[in-house]
């Protein structure tokens, strides 16, 4: 059997080093799809029907998806205090719901964030956290315009949607199939 060099040797480990990421590539592949199956992160498909939620509302009142039938079309936008993004379009949404209200368009906005679940990190940009508490400071401060609802505790609603991101909007037509899913537009300023 030949002898082999310290050279050879090396490049056999690198082979196997490779190979052996390679293989735990495709595990964590595997098991985050399986995870995107289960249903923990899917988006609601288009054409669904919305997901029936009773939320408490920064108001002070219980908010349901029965509250918005007469409205022709409905606006679900899950947003967050602590997100950069979520932040500069806070009036951006105001403005939706000026230029659209009388179009019978409703806007929500849901609060889907678990506050214990936020790391130090994500806080960086917000004076405020996702709490129920500063949900209401951040709503009374900004003077919203629009029902700002709480789903932190269970986030049993936000599951149902699959928001990916905040802002993340849900538009539903008057019979609350839902017709589009996905970002307000393409700028965040």
Same mark, same amino acid.
């Not at 906005?109 to 209401?136: C, G, H, R, T």
């Given at each position: ?14 082979? &196997?080093?490779?190979g ?18 289960n ?25 349901s998806l ?23 379009y806070e ?9 659209y209200k009388?179009?019978?368009v409703?806007?929500v ?22 709490? &129920? ?26 599951r ?7 802002p993340?909007?849900?538009? &539903? ?12 537009d393409?700028?965040?300023?």
């Amino acid at each position: 059997m030949p002898v082999m060099s310290r050279w050879e040797k090396h490049g056999q480990s690198k082979r &196997f080093s490779l190979g052996l990421a390679l293989v735990l590539f495709a595990l964590l592949l595997a098991v985050n799809s399986a995870r995107c199956d289960n249903g923990l992160t899917k988006t609601l498909p288009i054409g669904s029907d919305a997901p029936d939620f009773t939320l408490p509302g920064m108001d002070g009142r219980s908010h349901s998806l029965q509250d918005y039938a007469n409205a022709r079309i409905l606006m679900i936008i899950f947003t967050a205090n602590h997100c950069k993004t979520a932040q500069a379009y806070e009036g951006r949404i105001m403005q939706l719901v000026k230029d659209y209200k009388d179009k019978g368009v409703a806007v929500v906005a849901i609060a889907p964030n678990d506050p214990q679940a936020l790391s130090l990190s994500e806080l960086v940009y917000s004076d405020l956290s996702d709490s &129920f508490d500063e949900l209401k400071i951040r709503a009374q401060e900004r003077g919203f315009n629009f029902p700002y609802l709480y789903d932190g505790e269970n986030q049993k609603v936000s599951r149902a949607y699959g928001p990916v991101s905040t802002p993340h909007v849900f538009l &539903f037509d008057q019979a609350r199939k839902l017709q589009y899913a996905g970002r307000i537009d393409d700028s965040e300023f």
